[in-house]
């Protein structure tokens, strides 16, 4: 009889230890998903700045995520910040991170009408299957 639980120890004690470490993995996953915010992309002219930055909206293998165009304009020494944008999605947050996920981020400073006004270019990868999303363009102001 004490033959028949020893083996039944060894059993329970290998299941509780693997309890243990993928509880310690679990833990480590939402450390990493306590980072919900991250800038994936900016680029700077003599007079302007665009930075685009993607938010974690959620956990799980396909979290949905946002993404924000904030515009600065140079003033002094310094950039203020002249506006905010909300990006047109859905957008998933392993997208937004990984590689190629900026498809188009660009500032146009000059154009051919008299009344242009410089701006900014947005075109982010919805996904890789479906390709890059639609281009928005924003006016910087300031």
């Known amino acids: 009889m004490r033959r028949h639980l020893v083996p039944a120890g060894l059993v329970i004690t290998a299941v509780l230890v693997s309890a243990a470490v993928a ?80 498809c188009r981020l660009e500032i146009r400073t000059t154009g051919a009408a008299a009344r242009f006004r410089p701006r900014t270019l947005v075109q982010l990868l919805q996904t890789p299957s479906l390709g890059c999303g639609p281009v928005s363009e924003h006016r910087l102001t300031g």
Request: hydrophobic share 35%; net charge positive.
């Open 23 to 102: 509880t310690g993995g679990s833990s480590a996953e939402s450390g990493a998903a306590a980072a919900t915010s991250r800038t994936i992309a900016s680029t700077t002219t003599s007079d302007f700045r665009a930075v685009v930055t993607a938010e974690r909206l959620d956990g799980g293998a396909a979290a949905a995520a946002t993404a924000t165009l904030q515009t600065y304009r140079r003033a002094g020494g310094g950039w203020r910040r002249t506006g905010s944008h909300e990006l047109e999605g859905p957008y998933f947050w392993k997208t937004l991170i990984g590689p190629r996920a900026v």
